[in-house]
């Protein structure tokens, strides 16, 4: 099978006559019709073998995951996905693999409507970059814009991917019990929270979602709103899971600075903590507060007592 067989075979069919594609797969560029008064939200996500997934991933894992990631980062802006772009570099053109990635991808993308586009593929040690496009019909929810003041709200629970890591060898496949398999599902088949971003984004003062880790995210919002953020490490939501699966201490550092989560952090004035509340309520999207925007910069991070925490360094760096 060649690689435009592929292509027609395993990808053109998550395209869809969605009236806003003028031009999916099959001509040399998409066309994409964004509606008058909108503008165009735009994230693009690599995954490399070995580096951002283990290299015995599922298929079907990596196309969901792929996506997830950047349905997040949509998320976080408050937009609403469209279309997405895929390229894809694979060592060999397996068709039972592509259309097993593809179903994957497709689990991800058909809950929210989106349409694939187009894309390039490639032959080479594998990779894969999807680019996700949304609109906008009101002004974006950024990493800027929190006050003092805001109350730091988080939705879901944190930790359980890291946690995940933890249990990836065949050994603990072997004997994984329903609390394993809770966690590694938040690894592989991360939620983004599109419904939720979008539904607090006019509430909001500024949002990011926990890629790289809870506090290193933070520090990256705080920086860009030019603010100091606390967090309150008994405050973070852990999930059941979690909490049966490893101590108390381990599953709140997991939680602090394990990354992977892609859940929403998002610093809301105390005033609209309600409203906020409600709108996540609506969705059935847990939100807890966990700390507080103040004057100043940085992220502390401190436990009960009132003292500092600090966590080896947060955030998976590249170079
Ligand atoms: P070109 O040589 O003009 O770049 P390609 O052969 O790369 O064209 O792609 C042919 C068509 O298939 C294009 O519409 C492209 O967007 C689409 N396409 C290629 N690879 C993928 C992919 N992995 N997923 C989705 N669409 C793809
Ligand atoms: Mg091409």
Known sequence: ??????????????GTDARDVVLGIGDDAAVLAVPPGHTLAV???????????????????????VAAVNLSDLAAMGAEPRWATLALTLPAAEPAWVETFAGGLADACAPHGVALVGGDTTRGPLCVTVQLMGLLERAPLTRAG?????????SGSLGDARAALDCLDAAVTGRANDDVTALRA???????????????????????????????DLGHLAQASNVAITVRLDQL????????????????????????????????????CAAARAAAARLGVPLTAIGEVTAGRGVRCLDADGAERRFAAGGYRHF
């Open 1 to 14: 099978m060649d690689e435009f067989e592929l292509i027609t075979r395993c990808f053109a069919p998550l």
């Open 43 to 65: 994230a693009v996500d690599t995954l490399v073998n070995g580096v951002h997934f283990p290299a015995d991933i599922a298929p079907a894992d990596l196309g969901y995951r």
């Open 146 to 154: 929190a006050q003092a003041g805001d109350v730091v709200l988080v």
């Open 186 to 216: 938040r690894y592989f088949r991360p939620a983004a929270r599109v419904a939720l971003g979008r539904a607090l984004a006019p509430l909001a003062h500024a949002a990011i979602d926990v890629s790289d880790g809870l506090l290193a």
């Open 237 to 272: 939501p852990l999930s059941a899971a979690l909490v049966r699966h490893c101590a108390r201490e381990q599953a709140l550092e997991y939680a602090a600075s394990g990354g992977d989560d892609y859940e929403l952090a998002l610093c809301v004035p105390r005033s609209a």
